[in-house]
């Protein structure tokens, strides 16, 4: 569990306190804005991350006990003056409070005076909110900002690094399957992967048998996965059916796998130290497709982005490896993953363009951007050529150079942690980052038709591209972990 930490401001009344942003202790990253009543907000709580998401209006919801009785690991931060956690003991059940410092006593005055002339609670903009919101000194107002993607990413990125620097080789899961049915589970893992991935496999071939195979295992599990929301029975998905998907995921991490493909993933994460929490996070990319068509932000596309695609990186990372020559830390290296994933994911939206709008009615890109330049999603969705000649609109042209030149940065930040992993997993990755970066090449070479045409790279220059591969894993890293010139 993330302990995180809550910034407080002194907003009225004093039953309220608005927190700006809950923060990874970690990392620093702050994740959300809401209001909160004091009752929840205690030194004898710890407030894990998944209480910070939105819960909606209504009462807010009681922590589980498991988090009563432990040490404080809340800091606030109040606007004016300082007030320390301990302070923000409910009194409406002891009718005590316990602080700290003489600043916090007189902030908490301070805050008790302010309550008894205000009856309003205020937005973070100054506007009142209606009185059945906050009648009840429970209640729990949905917030302003979600957690953003970049925040999500970041929290199960750092879940992923902790648990590797405490099981590098992996955590002892019993389970069931062993032997010969538990070898078939895997060569069934390898079947479906050569079938549907085809040069993927092949990129496996360079790893060793077991790393080839957990990640069999993994692109299986992502497969299943992908196909509840986009394969043939995806009209008959509910909710609730991703909700079953996800119980099953939970039973494969705790040993008790569903079928033989579960029995592999069990078998995986039992010998690496791959995380839970991606696989969760793609599974809510799943419930996204159920019910999102349209991405107002670029921040909104990205996390779309990272629960499809940078979970796969956070998945698979672990079980590449990492040089052993390498003595950095790891974030650079996952950093350097989840940025193929982006680019990777962007690159395909931005190839599949006409097929997301004709067959899916799906707009996989920034509204605000495509307003930005003069589009709009209609145009889209008939797709963009000039009336009098046919050709592409120019002002699709335009935002086109725009996407495409942000996924080609991100292919680049991606450069920077490929060869600071482990020597057989280098050459099939800097292959899938060069012939996805061929794929925007792409389509500048078809005048940016993305609505009619499918860029893809031929495979005599895919042949090409793999000694080229070969020579940029083949570079060497210093001590310092910097590939050498």
């Known amino acids: 569990m993330l302990l995180v930490e809550a910034y407080v401001c002194n907003l009225i009344p004093s039953s309220f306190k608005y927190i700006y942003g809950f923060e990874d202790k970690t990392t620093g990253v702050k994740f959300n804005y809401r209001y909160v009543s004091v009752e929840h907000i205690s030194k004898s709580m710890v407030l894990p991350v998944q209480h910070a998401a939105p819960m909606g209006l209504g009462a807010a919801p009681q922590l589980p006990a498991q988090f009563h009785g432990r040490p404080s690991n809340i800091r606030s931060r109040v606007c004016s003056p300082v007030v320390s956690a301990a302070t923000f003991n409910s009194n409406s059940n002891s009718g005590t409070s316990t602080s700290t410092s003489p600043s916090s006593t007189t902030a908490n005055s301070a805050a008790t005076a302010t309550a008894a002339t205000t009856s309003t609670l205020v937005t ?36 992923q690094i902790k648990l590797q620097e405490a099981y590098p080789k992996g955590r002892s899961i019993p389970h069931r399957w062993n032997g010969k049915l538990l070898e078939d589970a895997y060569a069934r893992c390898g079947e479906v992967t050569s079938e549907y991935a085809k040069t993927f496999y092949l990129g496996t071939q360079l790893m060793t048998p077991e790393k080839a195979r957990a990640i069999w295992a993994i692109y299986v599990w992502c497969r299943r996965t992908d196909e509840l929301v986009d394969g043939p029975n995806a009209s008959r998905i509910t909710p ?4 079953r998907w996800e119980e099953r995921l939970e039973a494969a991490f705790e040993g008790r796998p569903y079928d033989s493909l579960d029995a592999a993933l069990t078998d995986t994460v039992a010998r690496f130290p791959v995380d839970i929490q991606p696989f969760r996070d793609m599974i809510g990319g799943m419930r996204m497709d159920l019910y999102k068509n349209r991405y107002e932000t670029y921040e909104e596309l990205y996390d779309y982005c990272y629960r499809v695609a940078g979970t796969v990186a956070l998945m698979s990372t672990p079980i590449m490896g990492v040089d052993p020559s390498y003595k950095g830390p790891l974030e650079p ?23 997301d709008a004709t067959t899916r009615s799906r707009v996989y890109l920034p509204l605000d951007e495509l307003h930005a330049y003069g589009i709009e999603e209609e145009e889209v969705l008939r797709g963009m050529f000039a009336p009098t000649t046919g050709r592409i609109d120019d002002r699709w042209k335009n935002f086109m150079k725009f996407q495409i030149e ?14 600071l992993l482990d020597p057989s997993a280098r050459w099939p990755v800097w292959s899938a980052l060069i012939l996805y970066r061929q794929i925007l090449d792409g389509i500048e070479a078809n005048d940016y038709n993305n609505f009619t045409k499918r860029a893809y790279v031929p495979r005599w220059r895919k042949m090409t591209s793999l000694p080229a591969a070969f020579m940029m894993a083949s570079v060497p890293i210093t001590k310092g972990g910097e590939m050498k010139k």
């Open 124 to 159: 973070p903009t100054g506007a009142p909110l209606s009185s059945s919101s906050s009648s009840s000194s429970s209640s729990l107002i949905l917030p302003r900002k979600p957690v953003t993607g970049h925040a999500t990413e970041e929290s199960a990125m750092w879940k």
């Open 333 to 355: 290296v996952y950093r350097a993953a989840l940025a193929l994933g982006t680019a990777n994911q962007l690159t395909n939206i931005l190839r599949d363009v006409g097929e």
């Open 406 to 419: 942000r996924a080609r940065e991100i292919f680049t930040e991606a450069e920077d942690g490929v060869n």
């Open 240 to 243: 609730a059916a991703l909700d």
